[in-house]
């Protein structure tokens, strides 16, 4: 064989060789877009589904977890400012009786 017969043997195998490459290629991206394409199956909705609900839950929990710790602050502060005003009648109480012991006549 001369050398340009060799060469075309050698390119043509090449050729040959690129051709199954890019036919392995084609049916890969038909795969991909087959699936791509498929509705998702029954299953994978319901793992969607519960992955989103379960989710949501814990959304959910933390938001009243912050409203929990919200209403156990203000009532803290009622609760104190209850004190004080309970402390404050106790001694306008205790002062008005002073006063109206001070102020009847013994008997």
């Known amino acids: 064989m001369t050398q ?3 060469t ?12 199954e490459q890019l036919d ?8 991909v877009e087959k699936e791509l394409v498929e509705p998702i199956d029954t299953q994978d909705m319901c793992i969607m589904n ?9 959304s959910d929990y933390q938001q009243l977890r912050r ?10 502060e009622l609760s104190s400012r209850l004190r004080a005003q309970l402390r404050l009648v ?3 109480f205790a002062r008005l009786r002073q006063r109206l012991a001070a102020a009847s006549p013994p008997r």
């Not at 392995?24 to 795969?31: A, G, R």
């Not at 409203?67 to 803290?76: H, P």
């Open 24 to 31: 392995l290629m084609e049916w890969k991206m038909d795969n």
């Open 67 to 76: 409203e929990l710790v919200e209403v156990q602050a203000l009532q803290r």
């Open 8 to 19: 075309m043997q050698e390119l043509e195998e090449t050729v040959k060789r690129t051709d």
């Open 4 to 6: 340009k017969e060799v």
């Open 90 to 92: 106790h001694g306008k």
């Open 50 to 58: 519960l992955l989103k609900s379960v989710s949501e839950v814990r």
